[in-house]
């Protein structure tokens, strides 16, 4: 679950993750320090993996298609938006060594960026600006089990 932080409400945030019941072996398919996106829950179906940030998934052919997600870097979360260039109205971070499948309707489906987290002391997707955007941040699962 995650939790948001003060502006939370004017956001439009909502719960992005929630635990994956079935098998989780293709989520360890993810490799070291790599994040990864699939278009199906539990790491299944057509993904990519990627060391570097993503303004525009349209290039990998992943836009609007995630529906879980693996972030096997050991020190750096990452951050997913629903709009180009690492926008939008929700963001959602997923720390380091962390799996997660996307299970709300306001996120999955509709990831089209990904980076690496601006801050990680505090987690956060944003660098907070007056009070249009705020940081989320929370805990998904440990990567891996
Ligand atoms: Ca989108």
């Not at 719960?15 to 989780?24: E, I, M």
């Not at 998934?57 to 879980?68: A, F, G, Y």
């Not at 020190?75 to 971070?93: K, N, S, V």
């Amino acid at each position: 679950m995650f939790i948001a932080g003060g502006a939370a409400a004017t956001l439009g945030l909502v719960t992005v993750f929630v635990a994956p019941s079935a098998a989780q072996a293709a989520f360890s398919d993810c490799p070291a320090d790599l994040f990864c996106l699939w278009t199906d829950p539990d790491g299944g179906g057509p993904g990519i993996w990627s060391k570097a940030d993503r303004p525009d998934l349209r290039v990998q052919n992943m836009d609007d298609r995630t529906s879980s997600v693996a972030n096997n870097s050991t020190t750096r979360g990452i951050c997913l938006y629903p709009d180009l260039d690492f926008d939008g109205a929700w963001a959602a971070y997923v720390p380091a060594r962390t799996w997660a499948n996307i299970t709300d309707s306001e996120a999955d489906d509709q990831v089209t960026s990904v980076r690496w987290a601006p801050s990680e002391d505090p987690p956060a997707c944003w660098v907070v600006s007056g009070s249009r955007k705020t940081r989320v941040a929370g805990s998904a699962q440990p990567f891996g089990r």
